[in-house]
């Protein structure tokens, strides 16, 4: 008998088929008793019409005996000859069953005494002459009348005794099969049915969110891999969970700073916005004072050849002018000082357009740095801040700049109507000694060089004021690209903050559907 620990390690389908094939074995038994039992009672059966063929044989054998020995005709004799016969045959065909064990030996001596009383009576009616002796023999039969009911009870009886015989075995067997099927589905629902109940009962709390189940079992059948896998896929969803839920809680923390830095981005970009609004109106306005500065720089030039035409006039007037020549060559004197502060002027003015030059390439390099670090404001925000910085200084220095560039601009202004005053006195002086000058054409002619200076240094400074308006306007419109450019990142600022927002949403749920697990 296999033990309790080698039918729990079986295989589900070893088990059924073991349990099943017992139930089978215990129902063929019982088919094969039945069938015995149901062939043991068709020989009883026939061994029973056998002795009633006997007991009627002989009943029509007496009764026509008892007939012909009353009426003595032959149509009796012939039945009673028939009947005589069909005895004899009778009892010869159960001695032939008895010794072929068609019939049980114990029957062999009722039979010979069956068979030595139809000799007798055939002995004693072939003696009988006289109806009286035919009665007689009739007393034979009914003695062999008696002996075959005799048989027929005994065969009825052990007919009876193996019907029941066989119906306690088929109880037995029954009881048994009963039993056997009881164990079967106890052994069933013991190494079947419990373990599956505990898997479902697993899997369920499993689907509740429980997953602190465990299951141990050293089944090596399919439902101890059930229960085992099902402890495998408790740890794996616990770990699973477990990362799940780290990783929910630093997504939902990574999201809430992303939104804190994306604020902070969106504050800094709308600064910067405002600051570059504020350098894009310098700049306008600087444009304007450029463009003022050429202007005047070509009244300047226009003036300069104004003088230029009556330096010459005064050339040939120079003869009548000299008494007043040395009045002319202390202002003219003047005059020359004035111009060379006017060339130093202008010279501070070209280092002044020096610098804004230098600082529109870097507001340039800049603005494209501001560009390169608006695509990655998503990604790195504070690099566009520190942008932003270096184009505010840069705004702060060309303000600077603008500034010295009005003073120079009112300096050379001052400087250009003290030549002009200085100018106007020498013509006046110039006509007041008309008559006395004489040997003045030297002079005039150093006069009409230094005024084509000024027109040379008037046309130089119109000029490089163009060149500083033309930068100007480039820096206005780089810093117009750099606003937009502020405005696109606004944009993707406010909607990388809207998308953090809704990240952190995303986290704090699945963080709360993870604690919906128990680990």
């Given amino acids: 008998m296999l033990s309790a620990l080698r039918i729990r390690n079986l295989t589900v389908t070893r088990k059924l088929a073991l349990g099943f094939g017992l139930l089978l074995l215990l ?25 009633s063929t006997l007991f009627d044989e002989t009943v029509f054998t007496r009764e026509a005996n008892y007939n012909y020995a009353l009426k003595a005709e032959p149509e009796y004799l012939s039945a009673h000859d028939e009947h005589q016969k069909n005895l004899s045959d009778a009892l010869d065909g159960l001695l032939n069953d008895i010794q072929e064990k068609r019939w049980p030996a114990q029957d062999l001596a009722a039979v010979e005494r069956l068979r030595a009383n139809f000799g007798d009576y055939i002995r004693e009616r072939a003696r009988a002459d006289t109806g009286e002796n035919l009665l007689a023999a009739n007393e034979r039969l009914l003695a062999l009348q008696e002996s075959i009911n005799e048989l027929y009870y005994a065969e009825e009886e052990r007919a009876a005794a193996q019907v029941s015989d066989i119906r306690i075995l088929l109880t037995a067997i029954t009881l048994l099969a009963m039993l056997s099927g009881a164990m079967v589905a106890l052994v069933i629902s013991r190494q079947i049915v419990n373990p599956l109940r505990r898997a479902v009962d697993a899997a369920q709390r499993i689907a509740d ?21 099902i402890n495998n896929m ?127 390439g870097q507001t340039n390099l800049l603005a494209l740095n501001a560009a390169i670090e608006a695509a990655r404001a998503g990604e790195a925000g504070r690099g566009f801040a520190v942008v932003a910085d270096e184009v505010r200084n840069l705004a702060q220095r060309t303000q600077n700049s603008s500034e010295e560039i009005e003073k120079l601009i009112a300096g050379l202004q001052e400087i250009a109507g003290e030549s002009s005053r200085m100018m106007q006195t020498s013509v006046d002086q110039t006509h007041l000694s008309v008559n006395g000058v004489r040997d003045t054409g030297a002079a005039l002619a150093a006069i009409t060089r230094q ?57 704090n749920d699945l963080e709360r559907l993870v604690g919906h697990f128990r680990t």
Wanted: charged share 20%.
């Fill in 451 to 507: 005024v084509s200076n000024i027109q040379q240094m008037s046309a130089l400074i119109a000029t490089a004021a163009e060149e500083q308006s033309a930068v100007a306007e480039e820096i206005n419109r780089s810093v117009s690209t750099v606003r937009d450019t502020a405005e696109e990142s606004a944009s993707a600022s406010a909607e990388i903050s809207s998308a953090s927002n809704e990240l952190a949403r995303l986290g």
């Fill in 27 to 51: 129902a063929l038994l019982l088919a094969l008793i039945g069938e015995h039992g149901l062939r043991s009672s068709g020989k009883s059966l026939q061994r029973i019409s056998q002795v």
């Fill in 234 to 360: 408790s740890l794996s969803l616990r770990d699973v969970i477990a990362q799940i839920g780290s990783g929910s809680h630093q997504l939902a923390a990574s999201a809430s700073q992303l939104a804190s830095i994306t604020n902070q981005t969106q504050a800094g970009i709308d600064s910067q916005r405002s600051e570059t609004d504020m350098v894009a109106t310098a700049m306008n306005e600087m444009s304007a004072t450029v463009q003022e500065v050429a202007q005047n720089s070509e009244q300047a030039a226009s003036a300069a050849q104004e003088a230029d035409h009556e330096a010459e006039n005064a050339l040939q007037l120079s003869q009548q002018a000299i008494q007043q020549i040395e009045v002319l060559a202390r202002d003219v004197g003047v005059s020359a000082e004035s111009m060379a502060k006017l060339r130093q002027e202008s010279e501070r003015i070209g280092g002044v357009l020096d610098v804004i030059k230098t600082v529109a």
């Fill in 209 to 229: 969110g429980d997953l602190t189940v465990q299951l141990h079992s050293q089944r090596s059948d399919e439902l101890g891999m059930l229960l085992r896998s």
